[in-house]
Each structure stands twice: as C-alpha cells, then as structure tokens.
C-alpha cells in the first residue's frame, strides 16, 4: 500500500478543486490510500472578510486540517499553493518551516513530493511559484516528481491553460472568475497518478530488499534486568553474515586438519614397513597421544610440499626487501 497526502492552501478555493483532481488521479493507481488536508490558516476572520474570503474559507472547514508530525506517515506528498508574486503562500511557507524536527530526524528523507499551482494570470509566476518550493522540498530529503511531456494536454495551444513540466497549475483570472479548464483537470490528475505510481515503485523496490524485523533480547548482567528491543534487519546481510558464519566455520575445519595433519607427520614414525606401505605415527601434546595412520607416498608429498612453500616463501621476503 502506497500512503499519499495531498496537502494543500486555498484562498478562495481554486486550488482545493485542483486537490480534488489530483486526489483522483492518486485514486487509480491501485493499493493508494490518499487523504486530502490543509495546512492552517493564519489570516483573521476581519482580513479573509476583507479580503472576500471568507465565505470560501467556510467552505473548507471539514477538510482536516495536517500536523506536521504526520507527514512522516506517507509515502507521497503532493502540495498546492497559490503563487504569491512568485513564491509560495505565507501559510505553506509557515507549515514548511515548522518541519525542523522532521528535518532533524531524516523523517522525510526519501519520500516523494510533488507540488501544484494557481496564479491569476498566464504569466503570473506558475513556474516560479514551483520552482521556488523545490529547494526546501529537497532540504528535508524529498525526492520530486514534476508533470512529464508524456501528459500530452502540456504540448497544445488551443485555449489559455496552465501546466509546466514542474507540476500541474491553473489560471483563475485577477478576480478569481475562472474555475479549473477540463485539460488543467486532466493534468492535475495526471500529476496525481504519476507522483503515486513513482511512490509505489520505490515501495515494491525495498520491500524486494527483503526487510524482516527480529527481536533482540539483552540482559543487563549488572542489576539482572533483561531488556526486550525491536531491531530491523535486511534479510540480504543477514544472509551474508550466515554465509560468511559458514565459511569461517568450514575454514576453522580445515584449519585444524591441517595442523593436526602436520603434528603426525612431522613427529616420530612409530611403525613402517616398506617405502610403499603406510606408516603409522603419533604425537605426544598436553591432551595426550595422537595415533594416525598415514600413506608413506603421501606423507613424502607432504615433506616435498612443505619445503617448496617454505622455498617460495623465502624468495617472496626478499623479493620483498628489494623492492622497498
């Protein structure tokens, strides 16, 4: 399951319909589960009236309204804003810079964002507006996702319209008398679905890590008490330690034969009969006798072996010493 947050401030409600578009879009990639919220309002009932707002804002009041300790709860975050001469609004503006903690804590790191837009006029700072929300996306760790040529209602000029390859915008005129056109709906809900299919891959690709949780116990031999904690391991290492576990053991093995293999030989040959028959040989250590009987072909193998490694091993020294 993909969790997708589409996070949003509107004035007069232009881009709460571009949220519900890109909502939609999410909506169809399947295993998502997205929420719609706002980010707080911080203009006073006497200014939004003032500003005519009022009546708009009244409008939003059951849409939830985010914190920003839940945003480490999503996979994808898709903001919108107006532009405000090139900039994002005040109120985004305060919700991002609310997120230290967060950014403290790597929280955010490797989520995916994505931002839509709203200007009054055609060249009213639409691409400004993103491209300038951008850095502090990219500050808190996130990884952005913009609104390809592959949505196809960018390439046209058959009617006034928003849209950029940084995000999804709509134009609402400079008293707010145009709602969202159906192509800048249609690229909203590209927008939506794009950002999500991007957040569900990256999901698939750690989960193929094979992430597994194991539970560790320790006990504190000091005062007795034994302490439970939860630890996430990539099942990957800790097939790669099993694996290494193994062939240390398996290299323990054979080193022990060898030395044991090397005791008998180079001790004492208690009985031998002809140069072709097996000799048996022991040796003496502190744990007692060790008794072996060895091929005598063999064992000569083993002396002839010994000295032309030990033979190798002088020439490499002073190979060596030459060198430095």
């Not at 947050?5 to 909506?27: P, R």
């Not at 592959?150 to 849209?163: A, F, N, P, T, Y």
């Not at 134009?171 to 590209?190: N, W, Y």
């Not at 904690?229 to 099993?242: F, G, Q, Y």
């Amino acid at each position: 399951m993909v969790k997708v947050l589409v996070l949003f401030y509107s004035t007069y409600g232009h881009i709460y319909q571009m949220a519900k578009e890109i909502a939609e879009g999410a909506k169809e990639v399947e295993g998502s589960e997205v929420s719609i919220k706002r980010v707080p309002e911080t203009l006073s009932i006497e200014i939004l009236e003032k500003m005519g707002a009022f009546q708009a804002q009244q409008s939003l009041v059951d849409i939830p309204i985010a914190t920003t300790n839940e945003l480490k709860d999503y996979d994808v975050i898709i903001f919108g804003t107006p532009t405000r001469f090139g900039q994002m609004s005040a109120q985004m503006k305060l919700f991002l810079d609310s997120l230290g903690q967060l950014w403290l804590s790597n929280a955010l790191v490797g989520k995916v964002a994505s931002v839509f837009v709203s200007s009054g006029t055609q060249h009213g700072g639409q691409e400004s507006t993103i491209l300038n929300f951008i850095p502090s996306l990219l500050h808190l760790g996130f990884l952005y996702v913009g609104l390809p040529y592959s949505c196809q209602e960018q390439m046209g000029i058959d009617e006034l319209k928003g849209g950029s390859p940084y995000g999804s915008s709509t134009i609402v005129g400079d008293r707010g008398e145009r709602l969202p056109s159906e192509q800048e709906k249609r690229m909203a809900r590209f927008q939506g679905r794009h950002a999500t299919s991007i957040g569900k891959k990256l999901i698939a690709k750690e989960s193929n890590t094979g992430v597994v949780t194991t539970t560790a116990n320790f006990t504190n031999n000091n005062n007795g008490v034994t302490t439970s904690t939860n630890a996430t391991v990539d099942s990957k290492v800790t097939n790669n330690l099993e694996e290494k576990e193994k062939k240390q053991v398996l290299r323990q093995e054979e080193n022990k034969e060898e030395k044991a293999t090397t005791l008998l030989l180079e001790n004492k040959v208690v009985e031998s009969g002809s140069s072709n028959s097996n000799v048996v040989v022991e040796s003496s250590s502190n744990n007692g006798t060790v008794t072996a009987v060895v091929d005598n072909n063999e064992t000569e193998s083993f002396n002839e072996n010994k000295k032309k490694k030990k033979k190798e091993k002088n020439g490499k020294d002073k190979k060596h010493c030459y060198l430095m």
